[in-house]
């Protein structure tokens, strides 16, 4: 019982901390955009960025261990692929950042991730609105797409730019990275419409626990 409340105080303080960073990093991105444009985001977001995506290692460490039910497999894809992009094309080639794919792409992923720590951190105290709820398992239809080609177009200038000045071989391992988008982005697309199909599916699995609540 105390290690239940235990894991519960912690998902909650661990999720609600993520939420606040990553609503944190939406807020810089929105307002220095709309007020200057995106040269300028990566001056005000870029380290906060990189270390509030570099904590998202702890992702991996819950589903190894356990204490979220979370498929490793697209908990791994998902957590290396943006680390690649923080420490492998955004932190070695700052230039890149002034780019509105930079832009775009912390939109697309703040936004989703104050969306999913929101709906996670109220999970645990089984609060969880309708309309949160919705959310979690709808707005990457449009988020997912937006935020996959913001990254293969941040590894695609950092390709045929900078790469080999850093390394001989590191145009190389870009290539496989780009190439390996082709099945990754299929596999972690088609998870989170199965999680759609059973999560919302045209509305028909939260009206029938709504149903069982009034019951």
Not at 5 to 34: D, H, M, P
Not at 85 to 112: C, D, E, K, Q, R
Not at 173 to 178: K, S, Y
Request: proline share 5%.
């Amino acid at each position: 019982m105390a290690g239940s409340a235990l894991r519960k105080g912690y998902l909650v303080l661990y999720n609600a901390a993520s939420a606040v960073a990553w609503a944190t990093i939406l807020g810089r991105v929105a307002s220095v955009y709309f007020a200057k444009g995106a040269p300028f985001v990566p001056l005000v977001v870029d380290d906060f960025a990189r270390v509030t995506q570099t904590f998202a290692v702890m992702e991996i460490f819950h589903a190894l261990t356990g204490i979220v039910p979370a498929p490793i497999f697209t908990t791994v894809m998902q957590v290396a692929s943006r680390l690649m992009l923080v420490w492998g094309i955004s932190y070695p080639f700052p230039h890149l950042n002034s780019s509105a794919w930079y832009t775009s792409m912390l939109t697309a992923w703040s936004t989703t991730e104050v969306i999913r720590y929101s709906y996670f951190a109220l999970k645990q105290v089984d609060f969880i609105p309708y309309w949160l709820h919705w959310l979690r398992y709808s707005a990457f239809l449009v988020l997912y797409p937006m935020g996959i080609s913001s990254e293969v177009a941040m590894i695609f200038k950092a390709l045929v730019g900078p790469a080999d000045q850093l390394a001989t071989w590191y145009p190389y391992a870009l290539v496989a990275v780009l190439l390996s988008y082709i099945p990754g982005s299929v596999v972690l697309y088609s998870h989170m419409l199965s999680q759609r199909r059973k999560q919302v599916g045209g509305g028909g699995a939260v009206k029938e626990k709504k149903e069982k609540k009034r019951q």
